[in-house]
Each structure stands twice: as C-alpha cells, then as structure tokens.
C-alpha cells in the first residue's frame, strides 16, 4: 500500500508559518482529490484542507483565511502553506487521499505552536 512522506513541520511561535509537504510514489497525486489531516493530541483526526481534482479547494473553518493547500500533479507533491499559526494548530499533520482515504497513513509532521 502505498505511504504517503510529510515533511516540513516543526517548532514556530504564535503568528508563524511554515510550509508542508507532502510525496507519494506513483500517481496518486494526478488520479486522486487530495487533503490535508491533523492529529491533536488526546483528540481524532480531522480534515484541514482537500485539493479537489479540479483544483477547488475545501478547509476546515479554524484554518480558513490562514492555511493555502496546493498540489504539483508533475512532481506528485501536495503543500499545505501555514500562516498565522496559533497554539491550538499544534499536531501531527498527515496527507492521504480525499473523501475516501485509499492510502496508508504515514508517519506524519509534528507541528508545534507555542512561545
């Protein structure tokens, strides 16, 4: 099954940004809608933003106005560009296929919000 690769997260302050991205063998990214997931701890995991196949693009309420999530079919990339981060975006972000998910989850990118 294949395993999507995110990368980019890290440890920024309050009204910070940082850039996530996402791979995939194969693909996936030019077949599929794609989206962006985080994890909270103690909480389940949520959708942030899907990339239609399209190209229309969906986000939670908490992130929209703040959080831009683009795709390169070529390259088989998906990015979630982050500004204006709080503390209550720390989490573990994932990518995986969208509505359904057909991918494996991979290992994730902690993203930590604090001062």
């Known amino acids: 099954q294949v395993q999507p690769v995110e990368s980019g997260g890290g440890l920024v302050q309050p009204g910070g940004s940082l850039r996530l991205s996402c791979s995939a063998s194969?693909?996936?990214?030019?077949?599929?809608?794609m989206a962006w997931y985080r994890q909270a701890p103690g909480k389940q995991r949520e959708l942030v933003a899907a990339?239609?196949?399209?190209?229309?693009?969906n986000y939670a309420d908490s992130v929209k106005g703040r959080f831009t999530i683009s795709r390169d079919n070529v390259k088989n990339m998906v990015y979630l560009q982050m500004n204006s981060l709080k503390p209550e975006d720390t989490a573990v972000y994932y990518c995986?296929?969208?509505?359904?998910?057909?991918?494996?989850w991979g290992q994730g990118t902690q993203v930590t919000v604090s001062s």
């Open positions: 194969g693909s996936v990214f030019s077949i599929y809608s």
């Open positions: 990339i239609i196949s399209g190209g229309s693009t």
């Open positions: 995986n296929t969208y509505p359904h998910l057909r991918l494996g």
